[in-house]
């Protein structure tokens, strides 16, 4: 059984940076693709990125290209999201998602808060 465990949400200043990883625990094959959501409170969830194995293609929601990055260590299976200049609006639970195509399964983690506020 797959499990994803997210980490390093927390409180930030405007303006501030944070990084979130997320480790997949179990058998997840080579071809899978990795994704960030989040979901502010009263809003539907939203893809922020997402990085496909083993290519490596990144996937960056068009309002947060350029402040936020995604990246993956497939040796640790575990994906990061790197939020630069980070705003009020950033605020939200952050999930972790992991897609197999084979056998065709989604995984999501427990979600980690990130609040940005002075």
């Known amino acids: 059984q797959v499990q994803l465990v997210e980490s390093g949400g927390g409180l930030v200043q405007p303006g501030g940076s944070l990084g979130l990883s997320c480790v997949a625990s179990g058998f997840i094959g080579i071809i899978y693709t990795m994704s960030w959501y989040r979901q502010a409170p009263g809003k539907e969830r939203e893809l922020v990125a997402d990085?496909?194995?083993?290519?490596?293609?990144?996937n960056y929601a068009d309002s947060l290209k350029g402040r936020f990055t995604i990246s993956r260590d497939n040796a640790k299976n575990t994906v990061y999201l790197q939020m630069n200049s980070l705003r009020p609006e950033d605020t939200a639970v952050y999930y972790c998602n992991l897609r197999t195509p084979f056998p065709n399964n989604e995984y999501w983690g427990q979600g980690t808060q990130v609040t940005v506020s002075s």
């Open positions: 990085i496909t194995a083993p290519a490596g293609r990144r």
